[in-house]
């Protein structure tokens, strides 16, 4: 079997990594220069560009103007264990996953907080928890969009207006590209290097009225320390959500933020950010379509995700090899795709099935999709000749 011609058309941008993701188009370090870099975030300058930033997340993403918005250390995994070890244990707890990271959260709460009134709800790979058993007058802790499994909410209409409970959103591949439903969430963070491309280390933590109430009202019988304390004596510290961080953030970073947001303000905000999501999706949901050998790794259309989209290899001959073999196969065509330039960082998550994850999000072009998929095609073709060469 001879080894089939490479596709002509090549992606301009070959970054499709899911965190930290491609920059906004026409980035450049040049567009950093008025950073306060050298400077203490203390200053007049520094709570400037904090504040400036939440500012504009609170702008471009719609967050209604009585929730609060923070810049906290640690990524999304600082605001959501912020979040966690500060307000839940006054009531029961519903924990929701069905990928790793959500599967974290829940190992979080069962094994290190060890909250005796603990419930579970876990799908597999590919599908999506039944919401219909989960109890909203219970703290209810999910995921937006599973990141490694690709797999979405696809509104927010399970939530009840009158629940008793918080519910706590991870939100990290969802922000900026998803349409979030604040009235039925209380707790939502994310880092801004997903959607909009910063850089890694800071996360947004937004909470509502009702978020507020539960930190100010209850205190854990278990030690917070320093960067997770967001109350003093009884009330909440306002400086959080106006620019006063817990520890000292990145000033280029920060500034890599209000970037890429301004730029996002530029194109026409929030709409316009998904729709740029949606058509990227779109461009492989097409190439799946048409294509025999792979499927979209999200059963239900409904909830596949515009970010984070994984793929699996279905060809008969392929999913006829052990795990191990499949996984060979799936990185085989990753490293194919590495080695020719027109695609980074698309393999699977270590921890989800073999097979592709392409970051769709609102700072991936287009045309770099459409230009990709047919050098999946090739790599395919190419690995199914090495398989039966190595088979003869």
Known sequence: MTNPATPELRPANTHFSSGPCSKRPGWSLEALSDAALGR???AKVGKSKLKQAI??????????????????????????????WSLLGSRGVDMV????????????????????DT??????????????????DRDVVFTWNGTTSGVRVPNADFIPAD???????????????????????????FSWQKVLGGEGAHGILILSPRAVERLESYEPSWPLPKIFRMTKGGKIIEGIFQGETINTPSMLCVEDYIDALNWAKSLGGLKALIARADANA?????????????????????????TSVCLKIIDPEVSALDV?????????????????????????????PSGF????????????????????DWAFSTQKATLSQAAA
């Open 40 to 42: 203490s975030h203390r």
């Open 55 to 84: 500012d504009l997340t609170r702008e471009v993403l719609e967050v209604p103007a009585d929730y609060r918005i923070g810049i906290v250390p640690a990524s999304d995994t600082g605001a959501v264990e912020m979040a966690l």
């Open 97 to 116: 996953a069905w990928e790793s990271f959500g599967s974290g959260w829940v190992s979080d709460v069962v094994k290190e907080l060890k909250l005796p």
């Open 119 to 136: 419930r579970k709800f876990v799908a597999d790979y590919g599908k999506l928890v039944d919401f219909s058993k989960v109890d909203f």
């Open 163 to 189: 629940r008793e409970g918080l519910t706590i959103c991870d939100a990290t591949s969802a922000a900026f590209a998803q349409d979030l439903d604040f009235t039925k969430l209380d707790v939502v963070t």
């Open 282 to 306: 779109q461009a492989i949901h097409d190439f799946v379509e048409k294509t025999d050998w792979i499927a979209n790794l999200a059963i239900e259309p409904a909830t596949q995700s515009n």
């Open 324 to 352: 191990a073999g499949q996984d060979a196969f799936a990185k085989g065509m990753v490293a194919l795709l590495e080695k020719q330039v027109v695609a980074h960082d698309i393999g699977a998550y270590r921890d989800a």
């Open 357 to 376: 994850r392409i970051w769709a999000g609102a700072t991936i072009e287009t045309s770099d999709i459409e230009a990709l998929m047919p050098w999946f």
